[in-house]
């Protein structure tokens, strides 16, 4: 197993040459790999949102964003400054110290869950050995943050809204929680980037759809329904609840709220990639293509191209996943509350126990390849 | 002192004072939602603890069993029969705080000394970090089996308990529907699981 480029190393061996020690080099260099995913988060925010004005357009037949930008690609840009400069209104019944609090506690959580998410060997904020499970731990949070908005509003469609919010992520959760536990019984790891490398032996050849196709097509759907997008987005049906919990909200704090679903989202689709679809890996092994061109792994030039090209490999499958998200949203009319929680507890929990099961036993019987 | 060490025992009084204080706070305010709330982040400080004491995944499974669902659960509960009522005045209410008072405070004293009679090993074990997931389950599956089975019946039977209460099935006279005197006795009738209170 090669190291990769470790940039941390060479970073703090950098800071020390110029006379600082070693501790102080470490302060200096926490932050930074923090505020580069931030301001990635937030850059593919605008992307996403670009790109579902115009999918939305195409899927209607208009032209959509059109003047912002060449091909409307500033309009992101001004929908955040519009909602950077709106008036900030509390509502005067409402409960002020929860009202403020609850869409902090929807979007911290999603940005923390950005720590696990890698895009090479050693190009995450920090590989934690409990990796994915630390998403689903962070990912229950947000509930409590959407039940505290739709209840401090005072406003029986956000209440209603924020107690469907809850009860959809509840649901949703378990069999999420449980396609993941069948990706880490193959992988026998946790952590995201053992679960890649193991998938990164053959070419696309091993990544985990070809051996997980039912616990992808849950984890897809429990995905979409814990980011509350088309067909799941019942917490803030337009035609029922006005617009569920974010009802009473306006400017920057409605703007958390928008910011925290689309950064879901673009989340969800890195995660599914790094399951399913073999995270930063190209579709042909790079190792067999480097050894065919004559140059050994470990040269700094083929190093450098691999590491580029995992990143652009995460990000491009992470944005197929997206259109494919927007596009379903498009196109699919919404479920009702009562269909929604039975697909989650009737169809779809039994199917990823089984699910689970079959791993369990496929990995006794066949642990060549399914991880011994 | 090193960085390290100072960050730790800063992390360590932040918690510990956001644990005391709010579980002060859930016990003494009035409003029952507050309560909730804080009940959540007490048990996330308590989540903080444990990643301060290197066990990582303890601390995952806190958030995700104690905040993700039980303090969601409660919340639910609240949100769906809170329905601002006053609460009638109980008889005898200061004898009933005297006495409970008086258990706490008891317990407070026998886990005090408790705490100044055993005599602990300091330092601890040293902690084994990322391995600790695959040594839980270890425990789990083998010399923990039996609890772990019992813990699992346990909520299976709780499990059935709450189906069987909430779909308690209940008669409707069927002739009655059109017949505009007994429409007050028909929306009596309704189903326990949401009743008028609940709707307001």
Request: hydrophobic share 55%; aromatic share 8%; charged share 15%.
């Amino acid at each position: 197993m090669n190291s990769g480029i470790d940039l941390e190393m060479s970073f703090t061996q950098g800071v020390q040459n110029l006379g600082l020690s070693h501790e102080l080099a470490h302060l200096l260099w926490i932050p930074l790999p923090m505020l580069l995913v931030l301001v990635s988060a937030v850059i593919g925010v605008l992307v996403t949102v670009w790109l579902e004005r115009k999918i939305s357009a195409a899927a209607q037949q208009r032209i959509g964003p059109e003047y912002a930008g060449a091909l409307g690609i500033l309009q992101p840009m001004a929908d955040g400054l519009k909602l950077l400069v709106k008036e900030d209104i509390i509502p005067a019944r409402a409960d002020s110290v929860l009202f403020t609090v609850g869409p902090i506690l929807v979007l911290v959580p999603v940005i923390l869950s950005w720590l696990i998410v890698p895009f090479g060997q050693n190009l995450l904020i920090s590989n934690v050995g409990i990796g994915i499970f630390l998403w689903i731990a962070l990912s229950s949070i947000q509930p409590i943050g959407l039940l505290m908005s739709g209840y401090s509003s005072n406003n029986k469609y956000s209440l209603l809204g924020g107690l469907r919010a809850a009860a959809q992520s509840i649901s949703y959760e378990i069999p999420l929680a449980l396609a993941v536990l069948a990706i880490v019984m193959m992988s026998n790891s946790l952590s995201t980037v053992d679960i890649v490398e193991q998938q990164n032996t053959a070419g696309f050849l091993s990544w985990n759809i070809w051996r997980q196709p039912v616990g992808f097509i849950i984890f897809w759907i429990c995905a979409l329904a814990e980011c509350e997008r088309l067909p799941f987005d019942l917490p803030e049906a337009e035609e029922e609840l006005v617009a569920g919990y974010q009802t009473e909200y306006a400017g920057m704090k409605f703007a958390l709220f928008y910011l925290a679903g689309y950064i879901n989202l673009v989340l969800s689709a890195l995660l599914v990639s790094v399951l399913y679809l073999g995270g930063w890996g190209f579709p042909i092994s790079i190792d067999w293509f480097s050894s065919l061109i004559g140059l050994s792994i470990d040269n700094p030039l083929v190093q450098i191209i691999a590491a580029s090209l995992g990143i652009v490999m995460t990000i491009l499958k992470a944005y197929l996943l997206v259109f494919l998200a927007i596009l379903l949203r498009w196109t699919t009319p919404r479920v009702r509350i009562d269909q929604l929680l039975d697909l989650g507890w009737k169809f779809l929990l039994p199917i990823s126990l089984v699910n689970l099961l079959v791993t369990a036993s496929l990995k006794l019987a066949f642990p060549m390849t399914f991880g011994g | 002192m090193n960085i390290a060490y100072s960050t730790e025992l800063i992390c360590f009084l932040i918690l510990s004072a956001v644990v005391v204080s709010g579980s002060l706070a859930v016990v003494l305010l009035e409003n029952i939602v507050y309560s909730a709330f804080l009940l959540g982040g007490v048990f996330m400080a308590v989540a903080g603890l444990y990643l301060l004491l290197n066990a990582s995944f303890v601390a995952a499974a806190q958030i995700l069993v104690y905040v993700g669902a039980v303090n969601v659960l409660i919340l639910f509960a609240i949100m769906l029969v809170n329905n601002k009522e006053k609460l009638k005045p109980i008889e005898g209410l200061r004898t009933r705080k005297f006495i409970s008072g008086g258990v706490c405070g008891g317990l407070l004293i026998l886990l005090l000394r408790v705490n100044i009679t055993t005599k602990w090993n300091l330092p601890g074990p040293t902690s084994i970090g990322e391995e600790a997931t695959e040594r839980i389950g270890e425990h789990l599956f083998t010399d923990y089996l039996l609890p772990f089975e019992l813990a699992s019946i346990l909520l299976l039977m709780a499990m059935i308990g709450a189906i069987v209460l909430a779909r308690r099935e209940v008669s409707i006279p069927t002739g009655d529907i059109n017949d505009l005197k007994n429409k007050k006795s028909l929306s009596d009738k309704k189903i326990p699981l949401l009743s008028e209170n609940s709707l307001k």
